[in-house]
């Protein structure tokens, strides 16, 4: 570990393989966001290492040779974990710490721990701890001897590091347990959207770190937290706006990533449910990010996979202040903001509310008169 005012970073290397039909530079972009997912967990990355390889070794993921080349560089350097940016199998992870004798963390296991420190209420919290404890009961077998060798760091946060003498047994029970605090707080958060009424919802998605929070607190004039990093914030927020008289709850959701793990899609589908649930989705894209496309596809993915593909969508693209060239053509379909600079804001409102008074008009057909017809 290395000590930079008053901050610890773990020294890591990430790990990646291309496979079938990734090509270097897919593979190199995948990396470069599990550098920035490492980083947000707190590590620092010395080295990245690609392997071309015709499909993963069923013990070790990578091959020997590519495996040694690791090793002569931690023995060589202060490296306390080793990051893969794929899903290794519990057999792939144990034989890798048992070879590189150091921690070894997978894409899944990485995001599960970032989670982990930005959960801060009891909601999102219980939500993590499922997905971590999912997670880690297949690993169980040679988990408690790697813990007792290295002593907190990335990848260590949440049950792992307080449950070394558990077992499956209790495990599953704790399993069990969380499931149903779940349901009970499930439950209650539907009893809180149904006492919303039938006020039109409007959700905010997209890929983690576009904006949604800071475009939330422009819209909404509130103070979301917000912050340029990677999952800055885990617990949907819901906020009543007013434009121009017609109201309205506006909610900012977890952003997505690609490779999602499985586990927190089925720990947070209660916070889904808000996507599930609203009239209208903003799809927020980071029109500066090079890799933005990819970025609109692992939505749309996600989206489809809660059902939530077919729901009214406005694409907005943010941080156009980034842009060299700022001169692009708004629609009713597209929009091109900058939440930093406020700029197409009144586009945006403009567009937000006659989608949400065509709604309102065949909601309640008997207050239209206190509405004026939309001006877009």
Not at 58 to 86: A, L, M, R, Y
Not at 116 to 129: D, G, I, L, P
Not at 276 to 289: G, K, P
Request: one cysteine or more; a positive charge.
């Amino acid at each position: 570990m290395i000590e930079n005012k008053n901050i610890f970073y773990e020294n890591s290397v990430v790990v990646g393989a291309i496979i079938s039909n990734n090509s270097e530079t897919m593979v190199q972009e995948f990396l470069d966001e599990l550098c920035f997912l490492a980083e947000t967990a707190g590590g620092k990355v010395l080295k990245r290492f690609v392997q071309k390889i015709d499909k993963p070794n069923p013990k070790t993921f990578i091959g020997s040779g590519k495996i040694q080349e690791i090793q002569f560089f931690i023995k060589n350097n202060d490296i306390s974990s080793v990051i893969f940016d794929d899903e290794l199998t519990p057999s792939q992870q144990l034989n890798l710490e048992k070879t590189l004798r150091t921690k070894i963390i997978d894409r899944t296991g990485l995001i599960l721990d970032i989670f982990a420190q930005r959960a801060k209420t009891s909601y999102a919290k219980t939500q993590v701890q499922l997905a971590q404890y999912e997670y880690l009961m297949p690993r169980l077998k040679g988990l408690w001897t790697h813990l007792e060798r290295q002593k907190g760091g990335i990848g260590m946060r949440g049950p792992g590091e307080t449950e070394i003498e558990t077992d499956r047994r209790i495990v599953r029970d704790k399993v069990s347990l969380l499931k149903k605090k779940l349901f009970s707080i499930d439950k209650q958060m539907s009893v809180q959207r149904g006492n919303r009424g039938k006020l039109v919802r409007v959700a905010l998605v997209g890929y983690t770190n576009v904006g949604k929070s800071t475009i939330m607190n422009q819209i909404s004039k509130s103070k979301v937290f917000a912050e340029d990093k990677l999952f800055a914030t885990l617990d949907t927020t819901v906020r009543k706006v007013v434009i121009e008289n017609l109201p309205f709850l506006l909610s900012d959701t977890v952003g997505f990533i690609r490779k999602l793990p499985t586990q927190l899609i089925e720990s947070f589908k209660s916070t889904l449910l808000e996507i599930q649930e609203s009239d209208i989705l903003l799809h927020i894209v980071d029109i500066s990010h090079p890799n933005y496309q990819e970025h609109i596809d692992s939505v749309e993915l996600i989206l489809n996979e809660i059902k939530c593909g077919d729901k009214k969508t406005i694409i907005i693209f943010n941080k156009v202040d980034k842009l060299n060239d700022r001169r692009l053509k708004n629609t009713n379909h597209k929009i091109y903001i900058s939440a930093l600079e406020k700029l197409n804001f009144k586009f945006l409102k403009d567009i937000l509310y006659k989608n949400i008074s065509r709604i309102h008009e065949n909601r309640f057909p008997y207050n239209n008169y206190l509405y004026p017809k939309p001006k877009v």
